[in-house]
Structures are given as structure tokens and as C-alpha cells.
């Protein structure tokens, strides 16, 4: 095995999943993002590995070249998801406790509906940086925005989650809490 196929092979191993929550978050059918991160891949294996030194870190590469081949099959197909709720509803839970497991799906289906309620661009900026912990720089390469605008993104779309958590945590207490 060569040191170019051994190299693609670390990077599958540490950015596949990573890139098929991202593109089944765009495209929003996983089976579709998983040919999509394939072909990212066939794709790194004949350009990217030449245009990344072998020093360099290929995330942004791998993530701007996944998100576009996403966006391509969104417009092949004339609509964007960004949230399937079924799909994150079908997933399998390895709580074995059924109590757990309705808690975590309730909390989880709480976060999913108020992100949800994000413009896509803030909520694409939430995935690259929390689920892929990708730097400022790395999602402005990907989205093609600034640095800047990435922190902005972000700011205010933790700003809206923080407020909107709040109101809906308002409705579940049982009294108002005194203040003194």
C-alpha cells in the first residue's frame, strides 16, 4: 500500500462520519450524503491530496468539497433540507432503560425543534464548529463568508438559543422562582 493510499485511509477513518452528519444535515437522506462523502473521497484521492501539502490539515478541504457536492444534490433536486426530524427520530438509542430513553428523545427533540428554527446558514455554522470542532477560518473557507461573519453567525444564533431555551423552559416550572 502506498503512502498516498495509506493517507487516504487515515482521513476516512477520521473525517467520514463526521462528513456524512454534515451532508445528511444538508441533503437530509443519508444514504444519499453517504455517496456524496464517497465521492469526496474519490475526489480528495485525485485532486485534493496534490492541492494540500502533506503537512496541511484537509478538513477544510474535505468539508467545502462535501458541502458542494451536498448543495449539487439539493439543486439537482429543486428543494434543501437542513433537519430531517425523522431521521433523527428513527435513529437507535443504546439506553436500555425506556425512562432514559424518552427523556433523552424528549431533550433531544426540544434542541432539534429550536435549532431548527435557525436560518440554515446559522445552523450550518453551529454543525461545522460543535459537531466537527472546525476553527473560524475553516468554516469561512467552507461557507465562503469571513471569519468575522462565521463569529457573528455564530454569536447570534447562540444568542437566540440561549433566548429561546429560556422562554420554553418558562412553561415547565412549576412556580415562579422569587426574586429578592
Known sequence: MSDADERIEELMRRFEIPLQQFATRIIGDRERARDVVQETFVKYGRN????????????????????????????????????????????????????????????????????????????????LKFQNDLSY???????????????VLIHTALKSLRRKYAEASKDFLPFEPRTT
Open 137 to 151: 477560518q475553516q468554516i469561512a473557507e467552507i461557507t465562503k463568508t469571513t471569519a468575522n461573519n462565521v463569529g
Open 48 to 127: 485534493g491530496a496534490r492541492s494540500t501539502s502533506s503537512s496541511a490539515e484537509p478538513a477544510t478541504w474535505l468539508f467545502t468539497v462535501c458541502r458542494n457536492g451536498a448543495l449539487n444534490v439539493c439543486r439537482k433536486e429543486k428543494r434543501m433540507l437542513f433537519l430531517d426530524e425523522e431521521l433523527i427520530q428513527s435513529r437507535e438509542d443504546e439506553q436500555p432503560m425506556p425512562f432514559r430513553h424518552i427523556e433523552q428523545e424528549e431533550a433531544s427533540g426540544f434542541l432539534t425543534r429550536i435549532i431548527a428554527t435557525l436560518p440554515p446558514r446559522q445552523q450550518e455554522v453551529l454543525q
